[in-house]
């Protein structure tokens, strides 16, 4: 029980000793469904008849099987040869009939040769006369049958590199001006190639000016410049620093200011000296602190207090849920 009688032997055999190859498609061909089940005509021949057809129409078969025409002979004569093979020679139709055969519609019969009124042949050479009318002349070409690729001789080589040289050479010049020589053209005395007032400088430079040189004055600029640091006393601001720096001491000395202090002034006072100007500024600066120190923080104080009491109540509101919610819950 639940075993299987196997001879192993057997399909051994069957898979290494008596397996076939089956039919594979070739190389770039492509597989569709039913194609293994279709008919290679690249084995097949139009005319010739298979052992297995002549066995299906109950034609003989055999070494003279030739001699029998086959059924649908008659019906050619009648209506012509098939035109999807224009050029097929069919015996008794175009082509001669075999030997020791004869026409009639008997058994073994080859029907009755297609002609016209005159009794020549409709379809081709029936009779096997060889007549020319059915004899095409092919044209033939003409084909060059000279050699080619032939060695040439080394005399030919030869000739033919010197006319290629004596080719490439330059032209003598008529005017005079150059003098032809062994190892080149020589300038005939008397002439130069460096016209009169041109002298070679002794340095050339080819470096262009840079942009330091080109502007005016040589000095380097600096690349930084130390700000000088200031003590002050941090007073009633809020974000105050004790330190700050001096920006007008990194002006250049000389130079013109391009920021100044804007000070509101009257018309009547647009006469006013420097060192009057100089006491207008400072008492401008002077009212600017007393009202920062004036200046008090209620507002914000207020809005904070009022929020840490609503975040208060907020808190106890959900508290007093929270106890209410436990409370009226029984098991």
């Not at 052992?51 to 008659?74: D, H, K, Q, S, V």
């Not at 008997?106 to 029936?126: C, F, R, T």
């Not at 004036?294 to 509101?317: C, G, L, T, Y």
């Amino acid at each position: 029980m639940g075993k299987i009688d196997i001879d192993y032997q057997k399909l051994h055999d069957a898979f290494f000793r008596w397996q076939t190859k089956p039919k594979m498609t070739i190389h770039g061909d492509l597989y569709y469904e039913g194609k293994e089940f279709e008919t290679r005509l690249k084995e097949k021949k139009p005319g010739d008849l298979t052992e297995e057809l002549r066995t299906a129409l109950g034609m003989p078969t055999g070494p003279n099987c030739e001699r029998y025409p086959p059924p649908w002979l008659i019906a050619m004569q009648r209506y012509g040869p098939p035109p999807s093979y224009p050029n097929l020679k069919i015996p008794g139709l175009n082509a001669p009939i075999p030997e020791s055969c004869s026409f009639g519609y008997h058994a073994g019969g080859w029907g009755k040769p297609p002609v016209d009124e005159n009794g020549k042949p409709l379809y081709g050479d029936v009779f096997g006369t060889n007549a020319a009318d059915f004899q095409v002349q092919e044209e033939e070409e003409e084909i060059d049958r000279s050699q080619w690729g032939e060695l040439e001789s080394e005399s030919e080589e030869s000739s033919e590199e010197e006319s290629e040289e004596e080719s490439e050479e330059e032209p003598v010049d008529e005017t005079g001006l150059v003098t032809p020589a062994d190892g080149g053209l020589v300038t005939p005395s008397g002439l130069t190639s460096v016209p009169t007032g041109m002298e070679t400088p002794e340095m050339i430079e080819l470096r262009k000016k840079t942009i330091e040189e080109s502007m005016e004055g040589s000095e380097t600029p600096s690349l930084y410049t130390v700000l000088p640091e200031k003590k002050v006393g941090v007073g009633a601001a809020m974000m105050g620093s004790a330190h700050i720096y001096d920006i007008g001491a990194a002006k250049k000395p000389g130079a013109q200011p391009t920021e100044g202090v804007a000070i509101a002034l009257d018309p009547s006072e647009l006469d006013l000296d420097t060192a009057a100007m100089a006491a207008k500024y400072e008492e401008q600066v002077r009212e600017q602190q007393s009202q920062l120190e004036k200046e008090d923080f209620s507002d914000m104080v207020a809005e904070h207090a009022a929020k840490q009491k609503n975040k208060r109540k907020k808190q106890s509101q959900d508290s007093g849920k929270a106890a209410k919610k436990y409370k009226e819950f029984k098991f």
